[in-house]
């Protein structure tokens, strides 16, 4: 490759690294550029994967550096995403995304109506309900996100914010920082999955990777510096901007 190419890769990764990190859909940017570049989509998928483990060990190392969560909070969420993830990532290997992009496009509809119009739902905790062990309908809910997750990737941040401000009562400061824990711990065990099916472009997705690193740090740091009220509207343009994209709409 040009050594332009590799500056785009990076430059693209920065990007994903701070929209991945502050809301969600980052991957829509870094999948179509590795298929740009030569790969099918079920090689973009994994070689993607990369860059998200190396920016999610950013994102949380920085989250936690600033004490935003704590382990404990964070396992009882991961633990059913990544039973979710292996089987998402086992059936990603063997099937076209095509029908399922326009689902996932109208569900981001839905949820940029749901923040526009519930704002307060989003900036303030709701107290009581992230107390205690997960129940039965939110470990539902976390491993269907972790199945999505493993399958395609792109978007899931958003479902994880619902998730965990909607259903466990969180604010966005921290659900976003939980976020990031969630996606660190099952993106190994999906990544392990394109592994074994020889799906992965390692120079490429470390590249990637390094660029996604920068953005993590980045968004991270904007995140706690701006909070909740930031985040939101971070989010609501995230939000329109992805579902127009999964509509195919540009």
Not at 91 to 106: C, F, K, P, S
Request: proline content about 2%.
């Amino acid at each position: 490759m040009e050594w332009y190419i590799y500056v785009l890769v990076i430059v693209v990764g920065v990007a994903v690294g701070i929209i991945n990190t502050i809301a969600g859909s980052g991957s829509l940017l870094s999948l179509p550029l590795l298929i740009f570049l030569g790969l099918d989509a079920g090689m973009a998928n994994g070689t993607n994967r990369v860059a998200i483990l190396m920016q999610s060990i950013t994102a949380v190392g920085t989250f936690k550096q600033h004490r935003v969560f704590t382990w404990h909070e964070s396992f009882r969420f991961s633990v059913p995403a990544v039973l979710g993830s292996i089987a998402g990532a086992l059936l990603a290997v063997n099937i076209n995304t095509v029908y399922l992009e326009y689902t996932i496009g109208g569900l981001l509809i839905v949820m940029f109506f749901i923040l526009l119009v519930k704002p307060e739902a989003w900036i303030h905790d709701q107290a009581g309900l992230a107390q205690g062990k997960p129940g039965f309908w939110q470990v539902v809910i976390f491993v269907a996100i972790g199945f999505y997750g493993g399958f395609i990737q792109a978007g899931v941040g958003f479902f994880l914010l619902a998730g965990l401000v909607l259903g466990a009562g969180l604010n966005l400061v921290k659900a976003n920082a939980i976020k990031v824990v969630i996606v660190l711990f099952y993106t190994p065990f999906a990544l392990i999955v394109f592994v074994l099916a020889n799906q992965i472009d390692y120079k490429l997705g470390l590249i990637l990777g390094v660029g996604s690193m920068l953005g993590a740090y980045i968004g991270a740091k904007l995140s706690i510096k701006k909070g909740a009220p930031f985040i939101r509207y971070f989010l609501l343009v995230s939000l329109f901007i992805s579902a127009l994209k999964l509509f195919g709409l540009f």
